[in-house]
């Protein structure tokens, strides 16, 4: 009899974890998997380099600007409501962007990052709540998943492009399969209305943790970590082109830097949790960083080395900041406060790199000034990292 009793029980888990896994696919791949085909979009539409940049750093914009309310979203409309409502926001999105116009392209690349800022947050709270005892290893799963999925994206978005009666905006309305297999697993959970784990920091927590100086570490790691990863994510196959790499080469490269990306989850997690500092693994990490960008500038011939190496350590550095957050913070009042400092600010100082560096790379000819100045924000993220990564509370 009992196990007729947690038959439906497992049965409904799996669905759960099934669309956990399905909405992660979202998480990266409709944004990342842009930068191989932007090439094809600038000679199709006529767009400048600094407005592929714009391109690149609108959905930063709106992880910035969107991420605070997304909680507030999930109180009044139930935490499955609002992750189906983002997965409906980001499939109309993909639609938008690929209907043709340049102002759709731009519209729909903003939408875009508005649902998967949804999602982003959301996510975590959602494994919080109803699967506290296995956050490590859903959390490295879903990781893995956006990464998987992201770097096939990045390898066949050119070769799509290419094939007979399909242009840039097939290949790109070729991603709404993802948020439509999502939505449709995500369908069970509907009759849910639950909201999430998240605690909402008091005004004092708020006021406090703007005037911490180790906050603002924690934030200015964030934003090292994410401006970087963006700018060298964003432009790498067009970076590659111009080093003599083809669109396909480039493609594949990219795909890879996205899947190497996802592995540092599995490997720094528990390193992160055993040591009560992490300042050696936060230096280290973001030298790894520093090693890999001036490999790709003084030796491209190797970027098949180059960019893994960029892959697994920027990933590595981000999955620092994201864990700094809660590390750092004395309560989950203060961590949810820190939070939306952090990915707030981070986020917007990551908008502007991908735009700036674009305007760099037309008006110098090169990407050699792009390269230096991303070796020289590793250096200043591995002197955070060696301040932040210390034992202390905000």
Partial sequence: MSGHVKSPQRRNGMLLVLGILLIAANLRAPITGVAPLLDMIREATGISVTQAGILTTLPLLAFGLISPFAATLASRFGMERSLFGALVVIAGAIALRSSGPIWALFAGTAMLGAGIAIGNVLLPSLLKRDFPTKIGELTAAYALTAGAVAAIASAFAVPMASLPGMN????????????????????????????????????????????????????????????????????????????????????????????????????????????SSQSTIAVGTSLLVTLAVLGLWLAPGLAAVWVPLFGFSAGGCFILALAFVSLRARNTHSAAALSGMAQCVGYCLAAMAPPATGFLRESSGSWGSTFALCALATILLAGTGYFVGRSATV
């Fill in 168 to 275: 840039w905006n097939g290949a790109l309305a070729a991603f709404l399969v993802v948020p439509t297999m999502a939505a449709a697993a995500w369908i069970p959970q509907l009759r849910k209305d639950t909201t999430p784990a998240i605690i909402h920091p008091d005004a004092t927590d708020k006021v406090a943790v703007w005037r911490s100086a180790l906050a603002w570490q924690v934030t200015l790691f964030f934003g090292l970590t994410s401006s970087v990863y963006y700018v060298i994510i964003g432009w790498l196959p067009t970076m590659l082109g111009d080093l003599g790499y083809s669109a396909h080469a480039a493609g594949t490269l990219h795909g890879l830097s996205q899947l190497a990306s996802a592995l540092p989850g599995l490997l720094l997690a528990p390193l992160i949790a055993r040591f």
